[in-house]
């Protein structure tokens, strides 16, 4: 149902941002604001010309629930003075809630919480999906994220800068050992495999006809100097990785030993896409390849209509909304690929389309809690 709410509002809630809100673009359909923080200086400086006032260094800390569970206001608090902001209606838009890493452990498990790195906000503390809890809402998915990979510098890693290249490759741990089919892999599967790994690490080889398939791929890759290693034999690009070079080669020659007919029977896992033997040097790798968090998935569920808060028993919860990342976008149950479980769930609107749900819910929120109001106030 958000789904398709999703589908229906995104078109004319751009067109919004367009020509009500006036954000420019460059003809092409891209925002010549910026991203991110140019994004946020646009909508903040239309916000302040139109009168809305905003409260920064500011807290929410707690819902004001009237007897009959309504919300009629928020506790916050500033510079240690804590005060009451009496409101018709709340919307939650606190993010997820990956920057706690008790709650991230007690939701999605040890290995993510504590083995993987961080990439997502640390500020998004999950306040808003405690208020949520408090309030009663029916929160689901909690224990999926988005975890996708990461390089050195904590880049989108070789599974999504490599999207081509690396199902050519071999990822191993460190026990040398193959752990997932890279010819059929999604980035973030390869991710979540990488987590289920030995230390959370892995690395990815592949030889120079990857590189000469897709040349410009290569080139684009971020600081790909201080992050692709290439050598001219495996054993020197074990050596160029500070990994054993013995474990290396043999891992290399099992592999190649076993291609056959377009598929590689193992060692460990087959290999059933792109598979082409490593025999042509240079050697190009990474290492280490690790999982990192993006943000939390799960969430409150919401009224697809008005994005309002519903409760255990499926009742909308009166003067209380939510939106963005705080929402329940994940979809089914964490799945599982040749045999590892993938964190994401079923995929989620919110990893693909993080900033365009914050719009679509956002917006649909805020129309919602100002026809109630209107209406109470009639
Ligand atoms: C590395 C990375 C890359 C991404 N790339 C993309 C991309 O390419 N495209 C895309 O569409 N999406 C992308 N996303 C996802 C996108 O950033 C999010 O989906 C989107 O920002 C969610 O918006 P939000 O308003 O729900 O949460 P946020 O943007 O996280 O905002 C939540 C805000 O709430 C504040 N807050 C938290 N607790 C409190 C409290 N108690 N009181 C007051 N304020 C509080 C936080 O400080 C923060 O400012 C990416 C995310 C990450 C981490």
Redesign the pocket.
Known sequence: MLLRTYCERIFDDCCWLRDDIRLPYDGTGRTTAGLGIGLYKWLHKTASERGVRMLFS????SLVIDGAGAVTGLR?SRNGETFVIEAGGVIL????FQGDREMLVNHAGRLVGEDVIM???P???G??HRMALEAGADMRHLDVCHVRTTDLYFGQGPSRYLLHIYPMGIYFNRNFERFIDEGVADSDTIANAIALQPGSSAGLIFDDKARQRYPEEYARYPRREQLIVTAGSIAELAEKMYIAPEGLSRLVETFNASVENGRASGPNIAKTHAVVRLDTPPYHGFHPVRPAV??TLGGAVVDGESCQVVDKKGQLIAGLYA????VNWAYGRPYQVNGVTSFKGSYHA?AT??????LVS?RLAAQSALKNLTKKMR
Do not use: F, P, Y
């Not at 500011?58 to 800390?61: L, N, S």
């Not at 838009?93 to 997820?96: C, K, P």
């Not at 939106?323 to 705080?326: E, H, N, S």
């Not at 389309?353 to 914050?358: D, K, M």
């Open positions: 500011t807290r929410a800390e916050a838009a606190t993010g997820g990439v997502g906000s500020d998004n503390t306040d808003g993006n943000h939106a963005g990342t705080l919110g389309s993080g900033a365009g749900i914050a956002g």
